[in-house]
T-cell receptor, first 114, second 114 residues
Framework: ETGVTQTPRHLVMGMTNKKSLKCEQH?????MYWYKQSAKKPLELMFV???????ENNSVPSRFSPECPNSSHLFLHLHTLQPEDSALYLC?????????????FGEGSRLTVL | EDKVVQSPLSLVVHEGDTVTLNCSYE??????LLWYKQEKKAPTFLFML????IEKKSGRLSSILDKKELFSILNITATQTGDSAVYLC??????????????FGKGTKLSVIP
């Protein structure tokens, strides 16, 4: 248990659906991240929020839309996805007072796009 | 562009064996190198190595950073089935940003058989 909770754990959606992934942390961390993990590829950073402000958007397609209403919650809104978007989506957080680069990851949301 | 290459991509050993996992990197303005263990879904932090700490030990696991040759190794002695996991290497640049722009390798999948 890392203190970062993601829901749902599994999601199957069609290309025309709209769904959302949720991430919640109660560690008092100020920064939250979305990563994408595809088979045989490195973890890819998608978005970063620091004190609720988006600080990074790594050229992610607009069909992925993040939302960070407060420092404890992070959402990833999904719409009109493609089959190649099927992957494990990991949320992470960090504290400024922690070790440099130490992220606390959630268990991930396994997304399948049909 | 920062780059991390891990080898081997997969490894099968017997319990009690000693293994060495490799990580080479290229990064602009190096800050730290990190090792994570991913057993099922959530990667968990193992080590952070910086210019001021080139070797870390934690029980049967140890890691060395060679800043001149730009690589790190992760050693696991007396392996156990519980060590079976994907081991991820990542580098963190000194960007001055408040968030961590980690670049990950593809990982080494270690399988320890009884």
């Amino acid at each position: 248990e890392t203190g970062v909770t993601q829901t749902p754990r599994h999601l199957v959606m069609g290309m025309t659906n709209k769904k959302s992934l949720k991430c919640e942390q109660h560690l008092g961390h100020n920064a939250m991240y979305w990563y994408k993990q595809s088979a045989k590829k490195p973890l890819e950073l998608m978005f970063v929020y620091n004190f609720k402000e988006q600080t990074e958007n790594n050229s992610v397609p607009s069909r992925f839309s993040p939302e960070c209403p407060n420092s404890s919650h992070l959402f990833l809104h999904l719409h009109t996805l493609q089959p190649e978007d099927s992957a494990l989506y990991l949320c992470a957080s960090h504290s400024d007072g922690g070790r440099a680069g130490e992220l606390f990851f959630g268990e991930g949301s396994r997304l399948t796009v049909l | 562009e920062d780059k991390v290459v891990q080898s081997p991509l997969s490894l099968v050993v017997h319990e009690g064996d000693t293994v060495t996992l490799n990580c080479s990197y290229e990064v602009t303005n190096f800050r730290s190198l990190l090792w994570y263990k991913q057993e099922k879904k959530a990667p968990t932090f193992l080590f952070m190595l910086t210019s001021s700490g080139i070797e870390k030990k934690s029980g049967r696991l140890s890691s060395i950073l060679d800043k001149k040759e730009l690589f790190s190794i992760l050693n696991i002695t007396a392996t156990q089935t519980g060590d079976s996991a994907v081991y991820l290497c990542a580098v963190l640049p000194n960007s001055g940003a408040g968030s961590y722009q980690l670049t990950f390798g593809k990982g080494t999948k270690l399988s320890v058989i009884p």
